[in-house]
Nanobody, 126 residues
Framework: QVQLVESGGGLVQAGASLRLSCAAS????????MAWFRRAPGKGREFVVA????????EYPDSVKGRFTISRDNAKNMMYLQMNSLKPEDTAVYYC???????????????????WGQGTQVTVSS
């Protein structure tokens, strides 16, 4: 059974840092592209960044570029999102997701993500 469990969210002030974690189990994590998405209050789901099995990543959107960094530890079946200089507009539920195909590109279309975690809330106060 595939499980993705996010953790590390919380309530922080603007300018603070958080590190989100995604613990994966039940599938071949080391060969699967993984991604972070987020959903802000009243908005649709937004793709943040993805990382493929070899560690290649997508470009970051301008909204987080230079502040967020994705990484993974295949030995631990873990993915991370380091978020620095947080802004109130980063407030959202953050989800990790796993792609359907093995050995895929980091640029996997959003519709090709098969499994999702339950999300972790990040709230940034001004």
């Amino acid at each position: 059974q595939v499980q993705l469990v996010e953790s590390g969210g919380g309530l922080v002030q603007a300018g603070a840092s958080l590190r989100l974690s995604c613990a994966a189990s039940g599938f071949s994590f080391s060969t699967t592209t993984m991604a972070w998405f987020r959903r802000a209050p009243g908005k649709g789901r937004e793709f943040v960044v993805a990382i493929n099995w070899a560690g290649s990543t997508t470009e970051y959107p301008d909204s987080v570029k230079g502040r967020f960094t994705i990484s993974r530890d295949n030995a631990k079946n873990m993915m991370y999102l380091q978020m620095n200089s947080l802004k109130p507009e980063d407030t959202a539920v953050y989800y990790c997701a796993s792609a359907r195909d093995q050995y895929g590109s980091a640029y996997t279309p959003p519709g090709e993500y098969e499994h999702w975690g339950q999300g972790t809330q990040v709230t940034v106060s001004s």
